[in-house]
């Protein structure tokens, strides 16, 4: 009977082992193919879209604004992950690669263009003179074309950030997920 047990625990344990082997594998290759296949190299293009709208009507009230960064590859949002932690500045993010909708082509951000050129990002400046924040101005145009503004964050308020998530949460994003390249 000691015998039979012994066979039957081995034999229960080499066909547990091959499941989680096969699982395992199969789970890398997902993993490998997803990577490869789904990770986007630049912007949505709605979003795209969208962000030459919000340049365009932001100039038709006299406000002149810049694109100050759009899709992040993986080593970029990195990059600046880091930025206050591992290297030199400040703290400008809390999300690390692929827990950005930058990183997804879904997110822009952008600042105040002077006109001898220079960039602020100075909530305060009334610049076309209607006595009202540029910036806020900006974010209004925004959220009008359908993007979401990281101003409304309850937590971490980022100011200079504009998103267009498709209803699509990050976690969804890193799975697979994947918005309309057009609205219907």
Partial sequence: ?????????????????????????NELTFREQLKERSLPSGLHPIVEEKRDLLVNQAAEIGIDILIT???RSPEEQDGLHSQGRNTPGSVVTHAQAGESYHNYGLAIDY??????????????????????????????????????WGGDW???????????????????????????????
């Fill in 69 to 71: 960064d759009g899709y």
């Fill in 1 to 25: 009977m000691k015998h039979t047990k012994t066979a039957f625990s081995i034999f229960f344990l080499l066909i547990l082992g091959s499941f989680l082997f096969i699982w395992l594998e």
């Fill in 154 to 184: 309850q937590r971490f308020k980022d100011y200079p950030h504009l998103e267009i998530t498709f209803g699509l949460s990050i976690r969804e994003l890193q799975q697979g997920w994947r918005p309309e390249d057009k609205m219907e």
């Fill in 111 to 148: 600042a105040l263009r002077l006109d001898d050129g220079s960039v602020v990002w100075d909530t305060t400046r009334d610049g076309n003179g209607n006595g009202e924040s540029d910036w806020f101005e900006v974010a209004a145009i925004g959220k009008e074309l359908g993007f979401d």
